[in-house]
């Protein structure tokens, strides 16, 4: 089983910048795919990024694709989503996922068995 803390959020006018960390408890952190979701009021909660296990693969969202840049450091546990050029839209609660030997490319939530508490993050126009 694994823990997973959020940190990183903000409030930030668009244009701007933040980066996000996911810690992760345990000893075999390297054995999860790692992902990012975020959920906007009202709406549903959907996917923005991911990680496979090794680094080796990563996965976006559209909407963010060429903005967003999901990292991670297994000697550190802890997964990253550096976020450029934020817009207003991006406002939402961001969580971190995990899932054990997974790929990291599932867009379906309920693809992934671990999550955090979220982290709200505010893009002011």
């Known amino acids: 089983q694994v823990q997973l803390v959020e940190s990183g959020g903000g409030l930030v006018q668009a244009g701007g910048s933040l980066r996000l960390s996911c810690a992760a408890s345990?000893?075999?952190?390297?054995?999860?795919?790692m992902g990012w979701f975020r959920q906007a009021p009202g709406k549903e909660r959907e996917f923005v990024a991911g990680i496979s296990w090794d680094g080796g693969n990563t996965y976006y969202a559209d909407s963010v694709k060429g903005r967003f840049a999901i990292s991670r450091d297994n000697a550190k546990n802890t997964v990253y989503l550096q976020m450029n050029s934020l817009k207003p839209e991006d406002t939402a609660v961001y969580y971190c996922?995990?899932?054990?030997w997974g790929s990291g490319s599932s867009r379906n939530e309920r693809s992934w068995n671990y999550w955090g508490q979220g982290t709200q993050v505010t893009v002011s126009s």
């Open positions: 996922a995990a899932v054990m």
């Open positions: 345990g000893r075999t952190f390297s054995s999860y795919a």
